[in-house]
C-alpha cells in the first residue's frame, strides 16, 4: 500500500486483482482498469468462431473472453464463471454450451455457460476414507480423444465418461505417499490455512496421449512422473530413468507427443530447494529412456512451468518459464527467448495452441493473456529455410474478416487488448540486409493484374509487409468537405493472389490464399454484385474529378484573364459572367460550403461517396435501391457534364476570339487524354 505523504486520504493498493485507489482513507475504491496485470494459471481455447480464451486467475475466479471482438477486446467482454482461486478451465467439447471450471482444492463444476449456474462435480471419499488429498492447483484433463471423458488428480487419478457425474479410480495412490509431507496441520502456523495451499503429495499434472487413450500420463508434487498403457490397470513409476533430474522435483507440466504414443514431454520445478535452473526432458519409448532438452549453457532462464510440442511440426517446441517464453525449432537443441509484441520478462505458466487457427495462446502470471497470431512462420523455420538467401515463410489463409461496428472508447482508463490484424501479412526472410538494386513487393490477382505495390523492409532475418486487400480508392474531385466515404477502395473476391518480390534483377513469387469469414452468409454472387457496383461508381467518381478540373481549369483561366484587364471593361465582365457560369456548373457536383458531415451541402459527389461508402464496407450484394441510386447519380452527373460541353461549344469559341483581339492566350479545355497522361 502506498499512502500519500500529502493527503493521508489518498490511498493506492495492489493485491491479486490488480490496482485500487481510495480517496476516502479506504472507504470506498476505485478499480484501475487500464493495466494487464491478471495473474493466470492456466489457459485452454474452444472453437468458436472467433475462438474464446478460457482460463484461471489467482485469487480471482474463472474466466472466459473472446480471441478478437469488434473495436477490441475490454474488460467487459470477459465473463467471470466459477468463483474461488481459478485453476483449470476448459469447454466442454461436446457441448459448447457447457463447461469445466474449477477453485482450489478439487472443487471442480461443470458449468452452463449461458445461465452460469454449476454442479459441482468433485469426486468425494469413499466410506471410511480420509479425505482426499487434491492439490490447491489440482489438475483437471480433457479427453482428446474421448468426448465426456474428464479427469482429475488428488492422491490417486479419477476417470469420468459421463461429465463428472459419476468417477472410477483408475490408479493406486501414484505420489510417494510420504507421511512426513502431509503434516500440514502441525506445520501451518497458529492455524492451519483454509486456502488448501499446504496440501501435499498429490497429482499435479495429467495428460492423455492423442495417439492412444490407453496411454495416460501424470505427474505429482513430490517427484513421482507414472504412467499406464492399458488404461489405468497398471503403472509404472519413470522417474529414476531421468539422468541428472533432482529427486522429488515437482512435475508441472506432462506433454504426450501428437505423433507418436511413445513420446512425452515433461518440465520439473526445483525451485523450493534453491535450484532456479529449467528443467525439461523428453521420451520417446513411454519413459524407459529420456533426453534432456536444456543443455547446461543454455540461454534459458527460470525454473520451468510448461512444455508444449506443436501440432503440425514436432521440431517446433514452447517452453514457459518463471521468465517468459522460449521456442526451438530444432526439437530442443537451440532456444531462443521469444520477445515479439514487447511479450516480458513474465511468468509464462500455461500455453495452448489452437489447432484451427494456428494461434499459440500464452497464460502469464502477472501480464494476462498474450497471443502470438499464426504460428505457421515459426513451423517453417527449418535450417533449409535459414540458409536460404530470401524465402517467403507460409501463413494460414487470410480472412476477410466481417467488416461488423462495435465496441466502445472508454478513454484512456480502460485497457483494450488489440484484435489480430485485419490485413493479409505476408512474411519474407533475408539471409543477409538488401543493399544494391531496387528491392519491391507486389499483388496481382489471377490473371496477372498488379492490384498493388505494398512497402518493403531491406533488413535482415525476417520481414512483414501487410496488404489491405482492398482495390485502390477511387479519385474524388476537391471540395469544401472532406469525403470520409470514399477513402478506401473496395474489398477484393476472395481467392488466391501472387505475391512477387523482386531484388535487384531477381525475382521471388509465393501465394496467398483469402478465404471469407466462416461466419459470413454473404453468397459469391452477391460478393461480386457489390464489387461490380462499387467499380462501377468508382468509375463515375473519375468521371466526376475529370469533370470537375476540366471546369477548375477553364474558370481559373478566365478568371487569370480577367485580371489582366481593366475591371470596367466589357471583356473583363463577360469573363467574370463566364466564370460564374462555369462556377455555377462546379457547384452542382460538389459542396462549396464548409458545413459538418451531416449538415454540410449535399451534392452529386457528397450522395455518391456516401453511397458507395455503404457499398464498399458491406460485403454482401446491394440492394435495387442502391443499384437505381447509382444509375440515378450517373445519370445526374452526365447531364451536368453535358450542359459543360454545350456551354464550351456555345460560348467558349465566341470568348476566344474577343482573348485574341486582346492579345491575350485563348483558353482550351483539358482533354481526357490529356489529364490521364498527367497522372491526375
Request: charge should be neutral.
Amino acid at each position: 500500500m502506498w499512502i500519500d505523504p500529502n493527503d493521508t486520504d489518498h490511498l493506492i493498493t495492489g493485491d491479486d486483482g490488480g490496482l485500487w485507489f481510495s480517496y476516502d482513507a479506504g472507504n470506498k475504491w476505485v478499480k484501475n482498469e487500464n493495466l494487464p496485470v491478471s495473474q493466470f494459471y492456466h489457459v485452454s481455447v474452444d472453437m468458436a468462431r472467433p475462438y474464446n480464451v478460457y482460463g484461471g486467475l489467482q485469487d480471482n475466479s474463472s474466466w472466459v473472453g473472446p480471441s478478437e471482438f469488434p473495436g477490441g477486446i475490454t474488460n467487459h467482454q470477459w465473463e467471470n464463471m466459477y468463483g474461488g482461486d481459478g485453476f483449470w478451465m476448459f469447454a466442454d467439447p461436446s457441448d459448447p454450451d457447457y463447461l469445466y471450471a474449477e477453485y482450489q482444492g478439487g472443487e471442480i463444476a461443470r458449468v452452463n455457460r449461458r445461465t452460469h449456474e454449476s454442479r459441482n462435480v468433485r469426486p468425494l471419499p469413499q466410506y471410511q476414507e480420509k479425505k482426499l488429498r487434491f492439490n490447491w492447483n489440482t489438475p483437471i484433463h480433457v479427453s482428446p480423444t474421448q468426448r465426456g471423458t474428464i479427469y482429475i488428480g488428488a492422491q490417486v487419478l479419477f476417470r469420468s465418461r459421463d461429465f463428472g457425474q459419476t468417477w472410477e479410480r483408475i490408479s493406486p495412490d501414484l505420489t510417494t505417499n510420504d507421511p512426513q509431507k502431509q503434516k500440514q496441520e502441525q506445520s501451518g502456523g497458529v492455524t492451519v490455512d483454509n486456502s488448501a495451499a499446504e496440501m501435499h503429495t498429490t497429482i499435479f499434472a495429467i495428460a492423455e496421449s492423442p495417439k492412444n487413450p490407453d496411454v495416460i500420463w501424470a505427474g505429482t508434487d513430490d517427484g513421482n512422473l507414472q504412467v499406464t498403457r492399458d488404461g489405468g490397470k497398471t503403472w509404472t513409476n519413470v522417474v529414476a530413468k531421468i539422468v541428472g533430474l533432482p529427486r522429488n522435483a515437482w512435475v508441472t507440466s506432462v506433454e504426450p507427443g501428437h505423433f507418436d504414443a511413445g513420446t512425452i514431454y515433461a518440465t520439473f520445478d526445483v525451485h523450493t530447494f534453491g535450484d532456479m535452473r529449467p528443467y525439461a526432458y523428453k521420451s520417446s519409448d513411454f519413459g524407459a529412456t529420456w533426453t534432456p532438452l536444456i543443455a547446461p549453457d543454455s540461454p534459458v532462464r527460470g525454473y520451468a512451468h510448461v512444455i508444449k510440442e506443436d501440432l503440425v511440426n514436432p521440431n517446433l517446441l514452447f517452453l514457459g518459464t518463471e521468465f517468459g517464453l522460449w521456442v526451438s525449432v530444432d526439437g530442443g537443441k537451440q532456444w531462443a527467448h521469444y520477445k515479439g509484441g514487447d511479450l516480458p520478462a513474465v511468468a509464462v505458466r500455461d500455453l495452448a495452441i489452437h489447432p484451427r487457427d494456428h494461434d499459440l495462446v500464452i497464460a502469464t502470471h502477472g501480464r494476462g493473456i498474450w497471443i502470438v497470431d499464426d504460428i505457421s512462420l515459426l513451423r517453417a523455420l527449418t535450417p533449409q529455410v535459414l540458409a536460404s538467401a530470401v524465402a517467403f515463410l507460409p501463413a494460414r489463409p487470410t480472412v476477410q474478416r466481417l467488416q461488423a461496428g462495435g465496441g466502445w472508447s472508454n478513454g484512456d482508463a480502460m485497457y483494450i487488448g488489440p484484435n489480430p490484424p485485419s490485413d493479409a501479412v505476408i512474411t519474407y526472410y533475408q539471409r543477409r540486409r538488401h543493399i544494391f538494386g531496387d528491392m519491391k513487393l507486389e499483388v496481382f490477382d489471377a490473371s496477372g493484374k498488379l492490384l498493388g505495390t505494398l512497402p518493403t523492409s531491406k533488413r535482415r532475418g525476417l520481414n512483414r509487409a501487410t496488404w489491405s486487400m482492398r482495390l485502390t480508392a477511387p479519385r474524388v474531385p476537391p471540395a469544401a468537405s472532406a469525403a470520409f466515404g470514399a477513402a478506401f477502395g473496395p474489398h477484393v473476391l476472395p481467392g488466391t493472389y501472387t505475391i512477387k518480390l523482386t531484388k535487384d534483377t531477381a525475382t521471388f513469387t509465393t501465394q496467398l490464399a483469402v478465404v471469407p469469414d466462416p461466419r459470413s452468409t454473404h453468397t459469391a454472387q452477391e460478393r461480386q454484385a457489390a464489387l461490380d457496383l462499387a467499380l462501377k461508381m468508382s468509375g463515375t467518381l473519375t468521371d466526376m474529378t475529370f469533370a470537375v478540373e476540366r471546369m477548375n481549369g477553364v474558370r481559373q483561366a478566365l478568371d487569370e484573364r480577367a485580371a489582366r484587364l481593366p475591371t470596367g471593361d466589357a471583356v473583363t465582365k463577360r469573363l467574370r459572367a463566364a466564370s460564374a457560369a462555369v462556377d455555377a456548373m462546379r457547384k452542382k457536383i460538389v459542396a462549396t460550403k464548409e458545413g459538418g458531415m451531416i449538415t454540410g451541402e449535399e451534392r452529386l459527389r457528397e450522395n455518391l461517396t456516401d453511397l458507395y461508402s455503404n457499398i464498399v464496407f458491406y460485403d454482401g450484394g446491394p440492394s435495387q435501391t442502391q443499384i437505381e441510386r447509382a444509375d440515378a447519380l450517373a445519370r445526374e452527373l452526365a447531364d451536368v457534364v453535358r450542359d459543360f460541353d454545350a456551354w464550351t461549344t456555345r460560348d467558349l469559341a465566341g470568348i476566344n476570339a474577343v482573348l485574341r483581339s486582346k492579345k491575350l492566350e485563348p483558353i482550351a479545355v483539358l482533354s481526357r487524354q490529356q489529364w490521364e497522361a498527367a497522372g491526375q
